[in-house]
C-alpha cells in the first residue's frame, strides 16, 4: 500500500478537505497535497500528526481494515532472570547456602577456592574444545 493513497482515502473519507488538516495538524497545505502525490514521504512524526488529525490511530495508515492484524505467534524469549544462573528455584538456594559457608571462611581460604573454581571451569572449557 502507497501511504499516500492512503492518506488521501482516509481525508476523503472523513469528508474532510487538506485545508482542514492544515489547520489541525499546523502543516502547510502545500506540503499535504505534495505528501499526498507521493511527491513527499512525511517523517514518522509527520504521519503521527496526520493520523491524529485524521482521528484513526497510526496503524491504520498503514493497514487497510478496521482492525490491527494479527501478530503471528512469537516463540517465548526467555527474560533476564531465566538467563542468570542462581537468580531462581534451587540454584538460587544452593548459591545462598554457598555464599553463607564463603562469608565464615578465611580470606586465604577464599582466594584457594575461587583458584579452584577457575582452574575446574577453564580445564573444562578445553576439554569441550578438544571434543568439538
Not at 46 to 51: D, G, M, N
Amino acid at each position: 500500500m502507497i501511504i499516500s493513497d492512503r492518506l488521501r482515502e482516509l481525508r476523503e473519507e472523513k469528508k474532510l478537505s487538506q485545508g482542514d488538516i492544515e489547520k489541525r495538524t499546523g502543516l502547510l497545505r502545500c506540503y499535504i497535497s505534495r505528501v499526498e502525490n507521493g511527491h513527499t514521504v512525511p517523517a514518522i512524526e509527520t504521519l503521527e500528526k496526520l493520523a491524529r488529525a485524521l482521528e484513526v490511530p497510526l496503524y491504520q495508515l498503514f493497514y487497510d481494515g478496521e482492525e490491527p492484524p494479527k501478530l503471528p505467534n512469537l516463540l517465548k524469549r526467555k527474560t533476564s532472570d531465566d538467563i542468570v544462573w542462581g537468580s531462581k528455584g534451587r540454584q538460587a538456594s544452593y548459591l545462598h547456602q554457598l555464599t553463607r559457608c564463603l562469608s565464615k571462611a578465611s580470606e586465604a581460604d577464599r582466594k584457594l577456592l575461587m583458584a579452584m573454581a577457575q582452574k575446574m571451569t577453564t580445564g573444562r572449557t578445553r576439554q569441550a574444545e578438544a571434543s568439538a
